[in-house]
């Protein structure tokens, strides 16, 4: 029960090489390196079904024409 929660990213260490060493381009592993996912994982008991639920929403950068910094939650 301990891991029932939402847990956010707060880093990576080397992952642009690992994207590298699996033959992902440059501007994929830029936008790769941008995102910022949160996890949420929770217990699920419907009567039926019972397990855990896992979800992921990435939180996206995004410089625009006129400069201004936009984010969007996918």
Same mark, same amino acid.
């Given at each position: 029960?301990?891991?029932?929660? &939402? ?5 990576? +260490?080397?992952?642009? *090489?690992?994207?590298?060493?699996? #033959?992902?381009?440059?501007?994929? %592993? ?7 996912? &949160? ?5 699920? +008991?419907?009567?039926? *079904?019972?397990?855990?639920?896992? #979800?992921?929403?990435?939180?996206? %950068? ?13």
């Amino acid at each position: 029960d301990s891991f029932l929660a &939402t847990w956010k990213f707060e880093s990576s +260490d080397n992952f642009d *090489n690992y994207l590298k060493a699996l #033959g992902i381009s440059a501007p994929l %592993r830029k936008l790769a390196g941008l995102t910022s996912p &949160t996890v949420t994982i929770k217990k699920v +008991d419907d009567g039926k *079904n019972s397990g855990l639920l896992f #979800g992921v929403k990435l939180f996206s %950068r995004k410089i625009l024409c006129d400069n201004r910094r936009s984010g969007e939650i996918s």
